[in-house]
Nanobody, 122 residues
Framework: QVQLQESGPGLVKPSQTLSLTCTVSGGSITTNLYYWTWIRQPPGKGLEWIGHIYYSGRTYYCPSLKSRTSISRDTSKNQFTLQLSSVTPEDTAVYYC??????????????WGQGTQVTVSS
């Protein structure tokens, strides 16, 4: 069974960089045809897609966050990471990592991490 686990600091100061790691077990992040995804949910709001990294290493980002977002991976550790720079209180949210299978027009997020709360505050 595939399992995903988020880790990283729960409190980040404004203007600093938010850094999170997703550790994957039970499956390889280099397995063909999967996207490894970061999603967040601000308080009182819906889910927001941040971006993902394909099994090939290619990355895709939400246009509104692209300039501040970097997703990378460490295949030897079976991990992928999120870095979100210049954070503000608007970035406070529960952050999830997840796996997406399928195409851009037909897909599902079949495995999720439990989520981790990140608060941006001075």
């Amino acid at each position: 069974q595939v399992q995903l686990q988020e880790s990283g600091p729960g409190l980040v100061k404004p203007s600093q960089t938010l850094s999170l790691t997703c550790t994957v077990s039970g499956g390889s992040i280099t397995t063909n045809l999967y996207y490894w995804t970061w999603i967040r949910q601000p308080p009182g709001k819906g889910l927001e897609w941040i971006g993902h990294i394909y099994y090939s290493g290619r990355t895709y980002y939400c246009p509104s966050l692209k300039s501040r977002t970097s997703i990378s991976r460490d295949t030897s550790k079976n991990q992928f990471t999120l870095q979100l720079s210049s954070v503000t209180p608007e970035d406070t949210a529960v952050y999830y990592c997840a796996r997406r299978g399928g195409s851009a027009w037909s897909y599902s997020y079949d495995y999720w991490g439990q989520g981790t709360q990140v608060t941006v505050s001075s």
